[in-house]
């Protein structure tokens, strides 16, 4: 059954901030982005590398008729598996590679202040 679980104070997560909570079998991180928060679980669908421990970023696309025919988008919103790459964004769940994977998410609010996590 799912808890609701304090993370920190919403001060303590700063955009492009990452908290990670010791709930479940694999922790959850709780993501600020540009202002948002977005929960995933500490666990790549690939291989099971602690996916939280990512570094956090963007990714590219095709631009076809800018120089480099690729441009870098949805920064501060993809967190790249530190094992093999692979790519997840962290307001969805999904991996940008394959959209039909995908990685766990959380409901994440905020109560005078204080940041919560529902796992």
């Given at each position: ?48 590398a602690p996916l939280c421990l990512g570094l956090l970023g963007g990714t590219t696309e095709a631009a076809p008729g800018q120089p480099g025919g ?50």
């Amino acid at each position: 059954m799912a808890q609701r679980r304090f993370v920190c104070s919403v001060d303590e997560l700063p955009p492009g901030g990452m908290k990670l909570v010791d709930v479940g079998k694999f922790g959850v991180g709780v993501y600020n982005v540009q202002g948002a928060l977005y929960a995933i679980v500490n666990y790549c669908s690939h291989e099971g590398a602690p996916l939280c421990l990512g570094l956090l970023g963007g990714t590219t696309e095709a631009a076809p008729g800018q120089p480099g025919g690729i441009r870098r988008v949805r920064d501060g919103q993809i967190v790249r598996c530190p094992w093999h790459n692979w790519e997840f964004d962290v307001t969805t769940g999904q991996s940008v590679a394959d959209p039909r994977r995908r990685i766990r998410t959380y409901e994440v609010d905020v109560t005078d202040g204080q940041v919560y996590v529902t796992a």
